[in-house]
């Protein structure tokens, strides 16, 4: 499932292999994923321009594009969000495949191409791809970032107090919200709250001075590790999401329960 380590991950793909290539051909077709667009208007906006830089903010990315034939002014913005099983492949002119800004390997096939959704063709007839088995992810022109929060990786200590400093939701909730803080996902919030030793359903207006600098330490130190080490995945709390499991710091029982409408996993002692 993607979260912010996977679409970091996306985004380096695009600059590793996508920029600077002249866009021949796009596949707008799917009318779900490219919504609210009518096939056919991203392909006419995008066409002969150039993927000229690639931008993250928490889980969506987005590509400025150049003028057409490198002049004449900008083009619009080319947003993705990969969703819940989204995947983005690069492929040069031969069709190899490249991940995670590895160098290109022959003969990989690092995705399902039965579940393309959106693609662009280059004029070196490389492409670029959407993969997406559960058809969950999203594609549209000028995409609305601003309404996101600042991005977890980037957020400041005066920005993370006043978003967890008062209020009655769940810190889990709040941890969640993309407009408070953007690219923290159920998974890294399992995490970050289980390395803060916070109960998730606690209020966020309950939480002392102490308790929110742990947090905004914890939430700092996991997203980074997970960008680091490729992914949520390598996360020390993560396979003990599970039942009988036991909490890999103290023993105790892992607890479970949904928490802002989603799945959550916390020790049952530390966490109480």
Same mark, same amino acid.
């Given at each position: 499932?993607?979260?912010l380590?996977?679409v970091?991950t996306?985004?380096?793909?695009?600059?590793?292999?996508a /920029?600077?290539?002249?866009?021949a051909?796009?596949?707008?077709?799917?009318?779900?994923?490219?919504? !609210? %667009?009518?096939?056919?208007? $991203?392909?006419?906006?995008?066409?002969?321009?150039?993927?000229?830089?690639? *931008?993250?903010?928490?889980?969506s990315v987005?590509?400025?594009?150049?003028?057409?034939?490198?002049?004449?002014?900008?083009?619009?913005? /080319?947003? +993705? %969000?990969?969703?819940?099983?989204g995947k983005?492949?690069? @492929?040069?002119? *031969?069709?190899?495949?490249?991940?995670?800004?590895?160098?290109?390997?022959?003969?990989?096939?690092?995705?399902? %191409?039965?579940?393309?959704?959106?693609?662009?063709t280059?004029?070196?007839?490389? &492409?670029?791809?959407?993969?997406? !088995?559960?058809?969950?992810?999203?594609?549209?022109l000028?995409?609305?970032?601003?309404?996101?929060?600042?991005d977890?990786?980037?957020? @400041?200590?005066?920005?993370?107090r006043?978003?967890f400093g008062?209020g009655t939701? !769940?810190?889990?909730?709040?941890?969640?919200?993309?407009?408070? $803080?953007?690219? +923290?996902?159920?998974?890294l919030?399992?995490?970050?709250l289980?390395?803060?030793?916070?109960?998730?359903?606690?209020?966020?207006?309950?939480l002392?001075?102490?308790? #929110?600098?742990?947090?905004l330490?914890?939430?700092?130190?996991?997203?980074? @590790?997970?960008? &680091?080490?490729?992914?949520v995945h +390598? /996360?020390?709390? +993560?396979?003990f999401?599970?039942?009988?499991a036991?909490?890999?710091?103290?023993?105790a029982?892992?607890? %479970?329960?949904? #928490?802002?409408?989603?799945?959550?996993?916390?020790c &049952?002692?530390?966490?109480?």
């Amino acid at each position: 499932m993607p979260e912010l380590p996977e679409v970091e991950t996306a985004r380096l793909v695009i600059e590793d292999a996508a /920029l600077e290539r002249v866009i021949a051909d796009v596949d707008d077709s799917d009318t779900y994923v490219c919504r !609210p %667009h009518q096939p056919g208007e $991203i392909r006419a906006a995008l066409l002969g321009r150039r993927l000229a830089a690639v *931008h993250r903010r928490g889980k969506s990315v987005w590509c400025d594009t150049s003028g057409v034939g490198d002049s004449g002014p900008p083009g619009p913005a /080319l947003g +993705i %969000h990969l969703g819940m099983s989204g995947k983005i492949v690069v @492929t040069d002119r *031969h069709g190899d495949e490249i991940e995670g800004g590895d160098y290109w390997e022959r003969g990989r096939a690092l995705g399902d %191409h039965r579940y393309t959704r959106f693609g662009l063709t280059f004029a070196d007839r490389g &492409s670029l791809l959407l993969i997406d !088995p559960r058809r969950l992810g999203r594609v549209r022109l000028d995409p609305p970032v601003d309404a996101l929060g600042p991005d977890a990786l980037d957020i @400041t200590p005066r920005q993370f107090r006043a978003a967890f400093g008062k209020g009655t939701a !769940p810190v889990k909730a709040r941890l969640l919200d993309q407009h408070v $803080i953007a690219g +923290i996902g159920n998974l890294l919030a399992d995490q970050t709250l289980w390395q803060a030793k916070i109960n998730p359903a606690r209020p966020v207006g309950e939480l002392t001075s102490a308790e #929110v600098s742990r947090l905004l330490k914890a939430a700092r130190n996991t997203v980074k @590790t997970a960008v &680091s080490g490729g992914g949520v995945h +390598i /996360l020390p709390m +993560i396979e003990f999401r599970a039942p009988g499991a036991r909490c890999p710091r103290c023993g105790a029982p892992m607890a %479970h329960g949904t #928490v802002g409408g989603r799945t959550t996993w916390w020790c &049952s002692c530390e966490q109480a």
